[in-house]
């Protein structure tokens, strides 16, 4: 049978989602949680792969079974063997056409600054911090020239393994509560390190260190080298995945919201 998970992680622990030969991982973290509920080895797929430091709270995945087992075991059995900073929101069981990462429409992340002259203490993993002040007028003059479908090569990372540098960015919002600034971001998907990237520059673009229309002159150049420095990964989280109705998978992710 396949089955699919809605998953949460604090990703400060972790060095990433996919499975190395060192480094804690998400991936290998569930799979051998799972594996023990199976009594057999068990390979997991994703929505879409974080980087280190990067959190969920909205992940999905799935994976194929022989063992026979209901949901309430792969989600309170998984659980039991989970360390504490991940944890399975809910399971199903779905059809055999449904995948994590190619069955998925839209995929939404959310980027937390900390818009305060001194850096938080408790949640120093948890969020990026800029004590300079924000002018959210000139970030979404500039977060509106991602819109629509673009070739993103300037805004992803050198060894991403995209075969197309082309994705729709559906939705791109700024907004402010007291003392902290949200980016939300939705495309139909994402190129390595790209949501980090689109981050870093608008954040370049709110103190004030580069024009709005520098966004659009980067994106047109369709060079790397030309963007700013990416966004640090504590502030990223990946909140919600899209799917088709036919597969009933929930959209239990939540928005992060600190203020």
């Not at 199903?92 to 839209?106: C, I, L, M, N, T």
Request: charged share 20%.
């Amino acid at each position: 049978m396949r089955f699919a998970l809605g998953v949460e992680f604090e990703g400060s622990g972790f060095s990433g989602w996919q499975r190395q030969s060192s480094g804690r991982t998400v991936q290998a973290s569930m799979e051998t949680a799972l594996a023990r509920v199976a009594d057999a080895p068990v390979e997991v797929v994703c929505a879409g792969r974080t980087d280190t430091g990067v959190h969920a709270t909205g992940q999905v995945v799935h994976f194929d079974t022989r063992a026979v087992r209901g949901t309430d075991s792969w989600l309170r059995g998984g659980n039991s063997h989970l360390p504490h900073d991940i944890r399975i929101q809910w399971a199903r069981p779905v059809a055999d056409g449904f995948h994590a990462r190619f069955s998925a429409r839209r995929r939404h992340y959310r980027y937390v600054i900390s818009s305060t002259t001194t850096s938080p203490a408790i949640l120093r993993h948890l969020v990026c911090h800029v004590r300079q002040p924000l002018d959210l007028q000139v970030m979404r003059a500039a977060a509106s020239a991602l819109l629509g479908e673009h070739d993103f090569t300037s805004l992803r990372a050198a060894a991403c393994q995209a075969k197309t540098p082309v994705r729709t960015i559906h939705r791109l919002d700024v907004t402010r509560s007291g003392d902290w600034v949200y980016i939300d971001v939705e495309a139909n998907a994402f190129l390595h390190h790209m949501v980090r990237c689109i981050a870093g520059m608008l954040i370049s673009i709110g103190v004030g260190d580069r024009p709005p229309g520098w966004m659009e002159e980067v994106l047109a150049a369709r060079d790397r080298t030309r963007a700013g420095v990416n966004a640090p990964a504590a502030g990223l989280y990946l909140v919600r995945v899209e799917y088709p109705v036919t597969f009933q998978i929930p959209a239990t992710g939540w928005l992060p919201v600190y203020g």
